[in-house]
């Protein structure tokens, strides 16, 4: 069964570091761009990052752009995502999510996250 | 960045109805536009991507259209299952964007 788990979150104080693990099983890893979305409590999803498969291209939404930085390790099948200077408003949720790309009678990709982790919990707090 | 606006932000609704959901791009999008839903305490699930795909394994009640930067998300016949929170979310740009949401609750 494919399945992405993530693990890492807990409690930090602000101004602390955290890296969040996804592992993923059951399908080729390294074939797929992966991303990171965050839930606040109460609260939407919202985008946070994104990278390609081969890990040549990231990209972050603009508040925590210069905090946070995701990777990956096609060896291991793993996502990270790298968190540090965490403020209160970086409490959420964070679910990492397989982006799979859809293609039409044309040829042109369509992507959405047809895989979604179970999400682990940040909380940033005194 | 593309904002995403959804609409209404919550609609109480009986099994059986015919549900809409809006949700309105700021700029054009072509069908780069993907619907979820999420359960309380669950993560999303894929509905419908490239705006009018139904996802496999989701139900034919669903459907999504698109006309120029409006998309809609169409449930034909409620089932008491339905009743959760739904969100579009566009692909069209690598800095992806959700709507605020959509919560359908039973009336």
């Known amino acids: 069964e494919v399945q992405l788990l993530e693990s890492g979150g807990g409690l930090v104080q602000p101004g602390g570091s955290l890296r969040l693990s996804c592992a993923a099983s059951?399908?080729?890893?390294?074939?797929?761009?992966m991303s990171w979305v965050r839930q606040a409590p109460g609260k939407g999803l919202e985008w946070v990052s994104g990278i390609s498969g081969s890990a040549d291209r990231t990209y972050y939404t603009d508040s925590v752009k210069g905090r946070f930085t995701i990777s990956r390790d096609n060896s291991k099948n793993t996502l990270y995502l790298q968190m540090n200077s965490l403020r209160a408003e970086d409490t959420a949720v964070y679910y990492c999510a397989k982006d799979r790309s859809y293609y039409d009678y044309s040829g042109y990709p369509y992507d959405a996250f047809d895989i979604w982790g179970q999400g682990t919990m940040v909380t940033v707090s005194s | 960045d593309i904002q995403m606006t959804q609409s209404p932000s919550s609609l109480s609704a009986s099994v059986g109805d015919r549900v809409t959901i809006t949700c309105r791009a700021s700029?054009?999008?072509?069908?780069?536009l993907n619907w979820y839903q999420q359960k309380p305490g669950k993560a999303p699930k894929l509905l419908i991507y490239a705006a009018s795909s139904l996802q496999s394994g989701v139900p034919s009640r669903f459907s999504g259209s698109a006309s120029g930067t409006d998309f809609t998300l169409t449930i034909s016949s409620l089932q008491p299952e339905d009743f959760a929170t739904y969100y579009c979310q566009q692909s069209y740009r690598s800095l992806y964007t959700f709507g605020q949401g959509t919560k359908l609750e039973i009336k």
């Open positions: 059951a399908f080729s890893f390294s074939s797929y761009a």
């Open positions: 700029q054009s999008i072509d069908k780069y």
